[in-house]
Structures are given as structure tokens and as C-alpha cells.
């Protein structure tokens, strides 16, 4: 059962919300850079995190599901959030260019359906970027925040639920060292600063990045141009394990060794 609409706005509206809208809003503005001229999809409750990409997106909509319900998003100007089944998103094949999944999965009845879903709707070569609680995390234990309801993930089971949808994972990436409780809200950077370095495996939150390639068959005769990568989330490798040191975010192009 998923949490209410009131329940999710009722806490990034509070000291804790605050705090997790900088800490993963500056993830997920240094993972896509600009966004001028592309569509942008937020599914399950993203709101908190799609406003700074409506600046340049061309059009930025949310998709909330039937068992959440909806708020009107944003407060004023035209209504751009819609509630939405979870495994019929209400979009045509290959509309959008980014997608992001907050609050989406770990209160899903079938994950790897739903991101085949999103697969539907994400055009050739587009990225989502996945957001999770994280299973040895702190976050994952209490039912303080949003984030205490449903099936945490691993990076693991996050990974394999995303290969079983058809998309190809590129990146993943923690965030969210901040203890679940108010007293430490104003201290969010410093624990990321500190937490990234010391505490990488109880990270509150999980994020990878995916992205849906497409293959065209290549005329008789014709050599076909090498793949590119798209973008990555973060430089740590698909496959390194949990326990790896990440290095600090940043873009890169090319494969990821």
C-alpha cells in the first residue's frame, strides 16, 4: 500500500524534506546537466525535484500513481501532474527524453514492470535515473520519512530489476547520510561530505542511472558507427561492490571500464 499524497507533502514541506530536496536535487542537476529542449517525466511523487528543471526543459510533467493520489503541481500556472496507473502510464511510445523514479518502486506490486512501463516511454537513447531507499541504510529502518514504507533495495536488486525491464544500467551513485531525524536537518552537508568518504554502505538513498538503447539494423555492406555511452550518473561502475569507495560526482562520456 503506498503512502498518501498528504503523507509525501506533508514531509518535504518539514526540516527533514528540506534537506533531502538539496541533497538529491544537487545529485540529480550534476547527473543531467542542462535539460534545454528535452521532456522530463517524474514518476511515483518527484515534484520536490522537477521544479529547477522546468527553467529550460521543454516540457517537465509528473505521473503520480492511483494508489498515492495526486497534488496539483505547480501551485500556480497550468496543472502539469496527473495520476496515472502504475503499469499504464497515460504516454505515447518514446515521449520523453529524462525520467526520474522517486517514491516509485519500493511500494510498486511488480518494480521490474513498472520500469518496463517507463521503458515504453522513454525515447531511444533517454536515461532514467532511479531513486531508492537503501536496504543497510538508516532511512530504510524508520517510519519517520516516506522512505521507512515498502521494499528498500540493494544496489544489487535495483540493478537486476532494471536489466529485467530492457534497460542498461551506466551508473549508480549514494546520497543521504543525514540521520532520519530533525535535530540534524541543518547539518546536511557536512555529513554528505563526511558520509561519502566513512559511511558509503549506509547511505539513506540509492540512485542509478539507466539508459534505453536502441539498435538499428545497418544496410549490407555499411560499418556501423561505435556506440556511445550516454552520460553517467556517477563514475563508479555497474558491477563494482557495495563496498567500493565512489569518487566524487561528476559528467563523463565514453564507457564506463
Not at 16 to 22: D, N
Not at 73 to 79: E, H, T
Not at 230 to 243: I, Q
Amino acid at each position: 500500500m503506498r503512502r498518501d499524497v498528504q503523507h509525501l507533502r506533508t514531509f518535504y514541506g518539514g526540516p527533514l524534506g528540506r534537506a533531502t530536496i538539496g541533497v538529491l536535487g544537487d545529485k540529480l542537476a550534476e547527473a543531467w546537466g542542462s535539460v534545454r529542449g528535452l521532456d522530463v517525466l517524474g514518476v511515483g511523487y518527484a515534484t520536490p525535484f522537477l521544479e529547477p528543471f522546468r527553467v529550460d526543459a521543454r516540457r517537465v510533467v509528473a505521473a503520480m500513481p492511483a494508489g498515492q493520489g495526486v497534488d496539483r503541481w505547480p501551485a500556480s500556472g497550468a496543472n502539469l501532474a496527473c495520476l496515472s496507473a502504475d503499469l499504464a502510464l497515460p504516454f505515447q511510445n518514446a515521449l520523453f527524453d529524462r525520467v526520474l523514479l522517486t517514491h516509485a518502486l519500493e511500494e510498486s506490486d511488480d518494480p521490474t514492470a513498472l520500469l518496463s512501463e517507463v521503458k515504453r516511454v522513454l525515447a531511444p537513447s533517454g536515461r532514467l535515473i532511479a531513486v531508492v531507499a537503501n536496504r543497510s541504510g538508516p532511512w530504510a529502518r524508520t517510519e519517520a520519512t516516506p522512505f521507512g514504507y515498502g521494499r528498500p533495495f540493494s544496489r544489487t536488486q535495483l540493478e537486476e530489476a532494471v536489466r529485467d525491464a530492457g534497460l542498461e544500467p551506466t551508473a549508480w551513485s549514494r546520497c543521504l547520510y543525514l540521520p532520519p531525524h530533525t535535530v540534524f536537518a541543518p547539518y546536511a552537508d557536512p555529513f554528505e561530505q563526511v558520509g561519502a568518504k566513512l559511511w558509503t554502505p549506509i547511505s539513506g538513498l540509492i540512485l542509478m542511472e539507466a539508459v534505453k538503447q536502441t539498435f538499428a539494423v545497418k544496410p549490407r555492406g555499411a560499418v556501423a558507427p561505435a556506440l556511445r555511452r550516454a552520460k553517467a550518473l556517477n563514475p563508479v561502475p555497474v558491477g563494482v561492490g557495495a563496498h567500493s569507495s565512489p569518487l566524487p560526482m561528476r559528467e563523463r562520456e565514453g564507457p564506463i571500464a
